[in-house]
């Protein structure tokens, strides 16, 4: 009954509410604009509200279990400081959202309320302001708990590395169509973290107290804000993720290596804080060097004169069957050489149950490649392709 409570008071968190809201919006954005540029959404369910809750769930449970055999404790000022920013950001910035800066500003916001560490921490305690204190355990915790924010958003781009194949058309400067791919997820972990002293006791009866040594301690489910929003144009999204969630698993590793060596040498909080900073930068020199490397590929999603360029395919159709990748030209569709969608579709038409295709890949190599399709149902191939432009 009390971890029921302690699950009821996590759902009545507006992080969570507006997480999920994001979530709806992320994916109903997606859908309808899929559904007015292709006639038909390449994915038509909302895969990134399926994903916030289901993953939110299992990840939220394998965390919970190392955070409390781990012992992590975080001070309750802290939370509710990064829980409003946490807020303010899903608020203010929706769509370019990054969970390690959040989580490291807090951190920073925290550390000026101190005292002892900071002039503006003593000018707020002369003045009557609550005021907080840091030992270098909580940020070793921090650092823990951003170390777990990084391999989470690394494991969800792995697991989750085709759901940015949806494409989304642009002009270039020439005026010429080109298509990017975008990776949006987002996730509010709930971790299972401890807090000193038996306060919320005090005020919930109820609540949660654990005992180790001479000390209490009462149990919360911090809400963990994590995911991202990244782009490509000129690399295959889910060559471009499986990169990006391997940095952010070395990143990951370097945040828990100094950690535990933070741990062994007993730095100071300001020198814990300087650890956190080199990871958050990290962070950030990751999602440089990303766009760094996509725009200095040669080549690049766009409108072609010769054949008609795959920029999407649905899953669950015949195109799954087909020895083909976003990026290819069909140069041929039964032995008919075609040049817009239309003369595609009009191709496709002449054998109603089969498809013969004639395709250059991105390594400028021919194939030829066949499957059956649903009788009389040719858009059903599940190929997407640029549509006609109206003269």
Wanted: overall charge positive.
């Amino acid at each position: 009954m009390q971890v029921l409570k302690v699950l009821e008071l996590f759902f009545l968190q507006p992080l969570v509410w507006l997480g999920l809201l994001r979530s709806y919006m992320t994916a109903r954005r997606r859908v309808n604009y899929e559904r007015h540029h292709y006639r038909s959404a390449i994915n038509a369910q909302f895969v990134e509200v399926r994903h916030f809750l289901v993953d939110g769930v299992l990840l939220g449970l394998a965390t919970s279990i190392i955070s409390l055999l781990l012992g992590i404790v975080v001070a309750p000022v802290w939370v509710v400081i990064y829980e409003l920013i946490a807020v303010i950001s899903l608020i203010v910035v929706p769509f370019a959202l990054l969970p390690v800066t959040v989580f490291g500003l807090s951190w920073l916001i925290y550390w000026l309320y101190s005292p002892q560490l900071t002039m503006v921490g003593g000018a707020l305690q002369r003045y009557g302001v609550t005021t907080t204190s840091m030992s270098g355990g909580l940020l070793i915790n921090g650092l823990v708990l951003l170390a777990v924010i990084l391999a989470v958003t690394a494991i969800l781009l792995r697991w989750h590395r085709n759901q940015g194949d949806s494409p989304e058309l642009q002009p270039d400067q020439r005026g010429k169509r080109i298509v990017r791919y975008r990776w949006q997820q987002l996730l509010v972990l709930p971790v299972a973290v401890l807090v000193p002293g038996d306060w919320l006791h005090a005020m919930f009866s109820w609540w949660p107290v654990f005992m180790v040594g001479q000390r209490s301690f009462s149990l919360i489910l911090l809400p963990l804000l994590l995911g991202m929003s990244v782009r490509v144009y000129k690399q295959l999204p889910k060559v471009a993720w499986l990169r990006l969630a391997k940095r952010y698993g070395v990143v990951a590793a370097v945040a828990l290596v100094l950690a535990i060596g933070a741990r062994i040498a007993a730095l100071s909080p300001q020198w814990l804080l300087v650890l956190m900073g080199v990871v958050v930068v990290l962070t950030w020199g990751i999602l440089m060097q990303h766009r760094y490397h996509d725009q200095h590929q040669a080549f690049r999603f766009s409108d072609t004169d010769q054949g008609v360029r795959v920029i999407g395919l649905r899953k669950h159709t015949p195109a799954d069957k087909l020895n083909i990748e976003l990026g290819d030209v069909i140069l041929e569709c039964n032995r008919k050489p075609v040049h817009n969608e239309r003369q595609f579709y009009a191709a496709l038409l002449e054998n109603p149950t089969y498809v013969h295709l004639k395709v250059r890949n991105l390594q400028q190599e021919l194939i030829i490649t066949e499957t059956a399709i649903y009788n009389g149902a040719p858009h059903e191939l599940g190929i997407v392709l640029f549509t006609d432009q109206e003269d």
